[in-house]
């Protein structure tokens, strides 16, 4: 299987109104998800599961690191463009940095900025976690974005950050 060596990496979905809270706005919670279910429709673009990084049972990619930038409210309904960016890549982990934009209704807005670490371990026979290189699939797959001049507008791959 050959792959593109990707680093960036564009999802969009809409917010649900089991989202928002009693105001009628995404929750903030719901932020960390968004970011989650664009890393998961990254790795699926590759072929992979986060579920069983390189397709072993044994391997998990827990978060040792999280956080969010909140810029603007999301709404019930409202689309938005989660852009994930590969800001660094280790032997044993992956930094994601994201951007969630309001894309409808118009006027695009950033809404957030964000960024997960993940750590590959492996699950040992006593219950204990062990961090261990990324399978050599995955690290072959995934590249770190050049660095960027503005921090957190990651383009779609191949393009050009938005200004």
């Known amino acids: 299987m050959r ?12 917010v649900e109104f089991a989202e928002t809270d009693m105001a009628g706005i995404m929750h903030f919670s719901h932020f ?20 069983r990084p390189g397709g072993d049972d044994r391997l998990g990619l827990p978060r040792v690191h999280a956080r969010c930038d909140f810029l603007a409210p999301l709404r019930f309904e409202d689309e938005v463009e989660i ?10 982990s992956l930094t994601y940095q994201f951007t969630l934009r309001r894309v409808q209704p118009a006027p695009e807005v950033d809404a957030a ?10 699950h ?31 383009g779609a791959a191949g393009a050009k950050p938005r200004r």
């Not at 852009?83 to 044993?92: D, P």
């Not at 900025?113 to 492996?122: A, K, L, P, Y």
């Not at 072959?140 to 001049?149: C, F, G, K, M, T």
Request: include cysteine.
């Open 3 to 14: 792959y593109t060596m990707p680093s960036e990496f564009v999802h969009r979905r809409r």
């Open 32 to 51: 960390f998800r968004f970011m989650e279910s664009a890393e998961h429709a990254f790795f699926r673009s590759l072929g992979f599961s986060v579920a």
């Open 83 to 92: 852009r994930l960016r590969v800001a660094k890549k280790t032997r044993r």
């Open 113 to 122: 900025r964000g960024e997960i670490t993940v750590v590959c371990v492996e």
């Open 124 to 154: 040992r026979a006593d219950g204990t976690l062990k961090a261990v290189p990324l399978p050599e699939v995955i690290a072959r797959a995934i590249e770190a974005a050049p660095p960027e001049e503005s921090p957190g507008r990651a």
